[in-house]
């Protein structure tokens, strides 16, 4: 199975494929999937893995480069292995979509069965006043129009229109990071995407019924010196990362965004 | 042909299309699937009628359009929908033999259950009556001219046949009255099967017509007589006014359903189980005995004569 | 299909620069999603029923971009505007531009003021797919031409007659700027658009059944609603004798503003509810009832 995992840069790609890696070979009670075979070389999930267990942020992914990650996992309820892909793509390579320079992307010649959508902070609202700070622009020039001038949610919408096109994935799953912040603003995610883009969620209920949504932490909580102790206890213990459902339903298992997508 | 299809799509694209379009989808709408016109009008209907629009005549219409180096390639469901009308106006219109004429008419006429409670959202009312006009009726009307003969001798000389002899010695007059003869006799046989008391016992409305309706079509010898179908159902009907939803009338034909070709009616397929697009709504709407009786009984007709072509 | 893989073809190598300074300082044409520039389109855009096309005629400073970006926004901030529901765009990039420069008209930037605007020549087709529970699926489509455009055809007589939309078009809404209106800018407005309207008719423009309509726009500018009332009484009159058609429709309005602004909702769902309206060419429910028909013969 090959699964394609995207979104703009910074909302949780890699922390959660190294939190994932960690999982996957330290089960959590009930966890969907393990591994079924360690990889041979676990190198390069170790470098995603260490900043995670550091309890650090993690360096940016390489713009320009696809690193393609083969797992063979094994679902826990009927024993079956699954191999799954998994390409590390920087996200500048997909907020390049937008700007119609995503070469890299339109290059890759894997066909993924599955999109799994990272989105982070979707109320980054268009209404925002933008400007202000800019009171004192006076005779300058115009400000140009920009990235950062396209909504959150129209970014996230053009992405999933266009990734759409050119691999024609049968199976979505959308992961609200960093939801340690939401949790006790939003019971679910569907909630959360509801009140904070209709327009997304219409898009979503429209074209992909099917999505599945989940709202993930893999970091646990915000990083800060008085909280390292507390996570890595949790990391310990297994109660760390967690997920929860579009039901509302918490859980510690974190393969369970890409459990649905198998 | 062109300014009929300027007229059908009237309405349904934000820029009519240029002659030169026009044109090319004429040819495209002709050519698409010639060699099998029955499938194609079945498809066709379906694809108006529901506004589901076949993928293989999407996939065509654009692939055609490419390959001309059309500009325009990709044409919205809603006009596919009515290139799909043209499609069956277009097929009806220029069939030169008479009855395959009025029964691709009287397939898309049967399709059109399909539209029932749902009659406003169909265009082009004024195309579709034009292929009204060719109901089978008007065919078996205009081609069934067995006349009544108030007297005659003929009954008497067959009774006096002796075989291997006196077959040959009927002149061309007396076969003709032999014809009126032997329609008299399916007519009789009709009468009869009317008056059958085990189906007329049957106390559901529905699965007595039913039943007497296929056990009709079934007998019949001859296809192509004028028979008074629609009395025949008001006398199976016997007077019910019962309206009832499809769903539940199908469910209780469903002990009596057979293998029946269904190569192009609704109803015969949703009898028998198949997928039919679109008949979500239909299922949920309420059709009275007779309605239900003249719909079944012209899909039948139509099957068994498409049948009856094709041997 | 074709016409999307072109849109995100890169030019640049794999590499992801920062985004780089374009040609013109609006970035036009960089992004997917950017309104579209060609009528043709609109034939190819995917869509259960005919597109419902609008035009916004004005000049330079009337408001139809201010109002577009009002009902985009409202599309995206409200569940529904009447019952219909905004789920995809052809031209989404093209309506966030119209958001920026309406922020920028908000934040009163001290930068000369015709900078503020959509250009000549820029891309202006906007599509809205839109979604009722009950009725289905809507393509709203709407021109949004600069007004420097529309001086443009009120200035040269053949020039509208390239513009097959506006021949094609379901709703006409000429824009009139409120203020200007009332004030020494009058004469200067009511003959550009005096040219502009002999023009379009000239060109054949009148003789569908468009409806037409004015938009009194900046109405929260006019301090003398008598002068108003006046002037806008003339002002329908000499569009009704130009055009020999009742206009049929007047709307006063602020478009730049969405806070309580009622009449500006209502006119939003005016353009969703009304722009096509049905027409007595639907079938009547038995003429097309084939079978009832037979059995009523019968009876």
Same mark, same amino acid.
């Given at each position: 199975?090959?699964?394609?995992i995207?979104?703009?840069p910074s909302t949780?790609?890699?922390?959660?494929?190294?939190?994932?890696?960690y999982l996957?070979?330290?089960?959590?009670?009930?966890q969907?999937?393990?591994?079924?075979?360690?990889p041979?070389?676990?190198s390069y999930?170790?470098?995603?893995?260490?900043p995670?267990?550091?309890?650090?942020?993690?360096?940016?992914?390489?713009?320009?480069?696809?690193?393609?990650?083969?797992?063979?996992?094994?679902?826990?309820?009927?024993g079956?292995?699954?191999?799954?892909?998994?390409?590390?793509?920087a996200g500048?390579?997909?907020?390049?979509?937008?700007?119609?320079?995503?070469?890299?992307?339109?290059?890759w010649?894997?066909?993924?069965?599955?999109?799994?959508?990272?989105?982070?902070?979707?109320?980054?609202s268009?209404?925002?006043?933008?400007?202000?700070?800019?009171?004192?622009?006076k005779?300058?020039?115009?400000?140009?129009?920009?990235?950062?001038?396209?909504?959150?949610?129209?970014q996230?919408v053009?992405?999933?229109?266009?990734?759409?096109n050119?691999?024609?994935w049968k199976?979505?799953?959308?992961c609200f990071?960093?939801?340690?912040?939401y949790?006790?603003?939003?019971s679910?995610?569907?909630e959360?995407l509801?009140?904070n883009?209709?327009f997304?969620?219409?898009f979503?209920?429209?074209?992909?019924?099917?999505?599945?949504?989940?709202g993930?932490?893999a970091?646990g909580?915000?990083?800060?010196?008085?909280?390292?102790e507390s996570?890595?206890?949790?990391?310990?213990n297994?109660?760390?990362?967690?997920?929860v459902?579009?039901d509302?339903i918490?859980s510690?298992?974190l393969?369970?965004?890409?459990?649905?997508?198998? | 042909?062109?300014r009929?299809l300027a007229?059908?799509?009237d309405?349904?694209?934000a820029?009519p299309?240029?002659?030169?379009l026009?044109?090319q989808?004429?040819?495209?709408?002709?050519?698409?699937?010639?060699?099998d016109?029955?499938?194609?009008?079945?498809?066709?209907?379906l694809?108006?009628?529901?506004?589901?629009v076949?993928?293989d005549?999407s996939?065509?219409?654009?692939?055609?359009?490419?390959?001309n180096?059309?500009?325009?390639?990709?044409l919205?469901?809603?006009?596919?929908?009515?290139?799909s009308?043209f499609?069956?106006?277009?097929t009806?219109?220029?069939e030169s033999?008479?009855l395959?004429?009025?029964?691709?008419?009287?397939m898309?006429?049967n399709a059109? =259950?399909l539209?029932k409670? $749902?009659?406003?959202?169909?265009?082009n009312? &004024?195309?579709? @009556?034009? /292929?009204?006009k060719f109901?089978?009726?008007?065919y078996?009307?205009?081609?069934?001219t067995?006349?009544?003969?108030?007297?005659?001798s003929?009954?008497?000389?067959?009774a006096k046949?002796?075989?291997?002899?006196?077959?040959?010695k009927?002149?061309?007059?007396q076969?003709?009255?032999l014809?009126?003869?032997?329609?008299?006799?399916?007519?009789?046989?009709c009468?009869?099967l009317?008056?059958?008391?085990?189906?007329?016992?049957?106390?559901?409305?529905?699965?007595?017509?039913?039943?007497?309706?296929t056990?009709?079509?079934?007998s019949?010898?001859?296809?192509?007589?004028?028979?008074d179908?629609?009395?025949?159902?008001?006398q199976?009907a016997?007077?019910?006014k019962?309206?009832?939803?499809?769903?539940?009338?199908?469910?209780? =034909?469903?002990?009596?359903? $057979?293998?029946i070709?269904?190569?192009?009616? &609704?109803?015969? @397929?949703? /009898?028998?189980?198949?997928q039919?697009?679109?008949?979500?709504?239909?299922l949920?709407?309420?059709?009275?005995?007779?309605?239900?009786g003249?719909?079944?009984?012209?899909e039948l007709?139509?099957e068994?004569?498409?049948?009856?072509l094709?041997e | 299909?074709d016409d999307?893989?072109?849109?995100?073809?890169?030019?640049?190598?794999?590499?992801v620069?920062?985004?780089?300074?374009a040609?013109r300082a609006?970035n036009?044409?960089?992004?997917?999603?950017?309104?579209?520039?060609?009528?043709?389109?609109?034939?190819?855009?995917?869509?259960?029923?005919?597109?419902?096309?609008?035009v916004?005629?004005?000049?330079?400073g009337?408001?139809?971009?201010?109002?577009?970006?009002s009902?985009y926004?409202?599309?995206?901030?409200?569940?529904?505007?009447?019952?219909?529901?905004?789920y995809?765009?052809?031209?989404?990039?093209g309506?966030e531009?119209?958001s920026?420069?309406?922020?920028?008209?908000d934040r009163?930037?001290?930068?000369?003021?015709?900078t503020?605007?959509t250009v000549?020549g820029?891309p202006y087709?906007?599509?809205?797919?839109?979604?009722?529970?009950?009725?289905g699926?809507?393509?709203?489509?709407i021109?949004?031409?600069?007004?420097e455009?529309?001086?443009d055809?009120?200035?040269?007589?053949?020039k509208?007659?390239?513009?097959?939309l506006?021949?094609?078009?379901?709703?006409?809404?000429?824009?009139?700027?409120?203020?200007?209106l009332?004030?020494?800018?009058?004469?200067?407005?009511?003959?550009?658009?005096q040219?502009?309207?002999?023009?379009?008719k000239e060109?054949?423009?009148f003789?569908?059944?468009?409806?037409?309509?004015?938009?009194?726009?900046k109405?929260?500018?006019v301090?003398?609603?008598?002068?108003?009332?006046?002037?806008k009484?003339?002002?329908?009159?000499?569009?009704?004798?130009?055009i020999?058609l009742?206009?049929?429709?007047?709307f006063?309005?602020?478009?730049?503003?969405?806070?309580?602004n009622n009449k500006l909702?209502?006119l939003?769902?005016?353009i969703?509810?009304?722009?096509?309206e049905?027409?007595?060419?639907?079938?009547?429910?038995?003429s097309?009832?084939w079978?009832?028909?037979?059995?009523?013969k019968?009876?």
């Amino acid at each position: 199975m090959k699964c394609l995992i995207a979104g703009m840069p910074s909302t949780g790609k890699t922390t959660f494929i190294g939190a994932l890696s960690y999982l996957l070979s330290n089960p959590v009670e009930g966890q969907a999937l393990s591994f079924a075979e360690i990889p041979a070389d676990f190198s390069y999930l170790n470098r995603l893995q260490q900043p995670w267990l550091s309890i650090k942020e993690v360096d940016r992914t390489q713009i320009g480069g696809a690193t393609n990650i083969e797992l063979s996992l094994k679902r826990n309820t009927d024993g079956n292995v699954i191999s799954v892909s998994l390409p590390d793509i920087a996200g500048e390579n997909f907020q390049a979509i937008v700007q119609k320079q995503s070469q890299l992307i339109k290059d890759w010649d894997s066909e993924p069965d599955s999109l799994m959508l990272f989105i982070k902070d979707l109320n980054s609202s268009v209404f925002a006043d933008q400007f202000q700070n800019d009171d004192t622009i006076k005779d300058t020039k115009l400000p140009s129009f920009d990235m950062k001038d396209i909504s959150n949610e129209v970014q996230n919408v053009l992405i999933l229109k266009e990734l759409h096109n050119l691999f024609p994935w049968k199976k979505l799953a959308i992961c609200f990071t960093a939801w340690d912040v939401y949790q006790n603003d939003y019971s679910n995610p569907r909630e959360y995407l509801k009140q904070n883009s209709r327009f997304m969620n219409n898009f979503i209920k429209r074209y992909f019924p099917d999505a599945k949504l989940f709202g993930i932490s893999a970091q646990g909580d915000i990083y800060s010196t008085e909280n390292v102790e507390s996570l890595i206890e949790k990391t310990e213990n297994g109660q760390r990362s967690f997920v929860v459902t579009e039901d509302g339903i918490k859980s510690y298992d974190l393969t369970l965004p890409l459990s649905s997508l198998i | 042909m062109e300014r009929k299809l300027a007229i059908i799509l009237d309405g349904a694209v934000a820029i009519p299309y240029d002659n030169e379009l026009l044109t090319q989808l004429v040819t495209i709408c002709r050519s698409y699937k010639e060699n099998d016109l029955f499938v194609k009008i079945d498809e066709c209907s379906l694809s108006f009628i529901t506004g589901i629009v076949s993928e293989d005549f999407s996939d065509y219409v654009a692939n055609t359009l490419k390959d001309n180096d059309s500009e325009l390639t990709t044409l919205p469901t809603n006009v596919i929908a009515r290139l799909s009308l043209f499609s069956v106006y277009l097929t009806v219109l220029e069939e030169s033999d008479d009855l395959k004429q009025h029964l691709y008419a009287t397939m898309f006429m049967n399709a059109m =259950i399909l539209a029932k409670g $749902r009659w406003n959202e169909l265009s082009n009312e &004024v195309v579709i @009556r034009e /292929i009204y006009k060719f109901h089978i009726t008007n065919y078996l009307s205009e081609h069934d001219t067995t006349g009544e003969v108030l007297s005659t001798s003929i009954i008497s000389i067959i009774a006096k046949f002796r075989t291997g002899n006196d077959e040959n010695k009927l002149n061309k007059l007396q076969i003709k009255d032999l014809q009126t003869i032997a329609k008299d006799a399916a007519y009789y046989r009709c009468d009869e099967l009317l008056k059958n008391q085990e189906l007329l016992n049957i106390s559901n409305p529905f699965v007595r017509v039913y039943s007497i309706i296929t056990r009709l079509v079934d007998s019949y010898q001859y296809l192509y007589y004028n028979y008074d179908a629609e009395a025949y159902i008001i006398q199976s009907a016997n007077g019910e006014k019962k309206n009832k939803m499809l769903s539940n009338i199908l469910k209780d =034909i469903e002990p009596l359903s $057979r293998d029946i070709n269904t190569g192009t009616s &609704v109803l015969l @397929r949703l /009898i028998n189980k198949e997928q039919v697009k679109n008949s979500d709504f239909l299922l949920q709407r309420k059709l009275n005995v007779i309605e239900f009786g003249i719909y079944l009984y012209y899909e039948l007709l139509t099957e068994q004569m498409i049948e009856k072509l094709e041997e | 299909m074709d016409d999307k893989i072109e849109l995100i073809t890169g030019v640049n190598p794999a590499e992801v620069p920062a985004v780089k300074p374009a040609e013109r300082a609006d970035n036009i044409g960089q992004f997917i999603g950017e309104a579209m520039s060609d009528d043709q389109k609109i034939n190819a855009l995917m869509s259960s029923s005919k597109p419902e096309i609008t035009v916004l005629v004005g000049f330079v400073g009337y408001g139809k971009t201010s109002f577009v970006s009002s009902f985009y926004q409202t599309l995206l901030q409200k569940e529904d505007i009447a019952g219909y529901a905004f789920y995809d765009s052809e031209t989404l990039v093209g309506l966030e531009r119209r958001s920026f420069l309406r922020r920028l008209n908000d934040r009163n930037i001290e930068i000369a003021p015709e900078t503020k605007r959509t250009v000549l020549g820029e891309p202006y087709l906007l599509t809205f797919h839109l979604s009722h529970p009950q009725y289905g699926d809507k393509l709203v489509v709407i021109s949004d031409h600069s007004g420097e455009d529309y001086a443009d055809y009120a200035a040269k007589k053949g020039k509208i007659a390239d513009d097959i939309l506006i021949k094609n078009a379901d709703r006409i809404m000429f824009f009139v700027d409120s203020e200007k209106l009332c004030n020494e800018q009058r004469l200067s407005l009511t003959t550009q658009y005096q040219q502009l309207l002999r023009n379009m008719k000239e060109n054949g423009l009148f003789v569908r059944k468009t409806k037409l309509q004015l938009v009194f726009n900046k109405i929260d500018k006019v301090n003398d609603e008598n002068k108003f009332g006046k002037e806008k009484e003339k002002l329908i009159t000499n569009f009704e004798d130009i055009i020999n058609l009742k206009i049929g429709q007047t709307f006063e309005i602020r478009a730049n503003s969405l806070k309580n602004n009622n009449k500006l909702i209502s006119l939003f769902e005016d353009i969703i509810l009304h722009t096509v309206e049905e027409t007595s060419n639907q079938p009547q429910a038995s003429s097309l009832d084939w079978v009832n028909e037979m059995i009523n013969k019968k009876k």
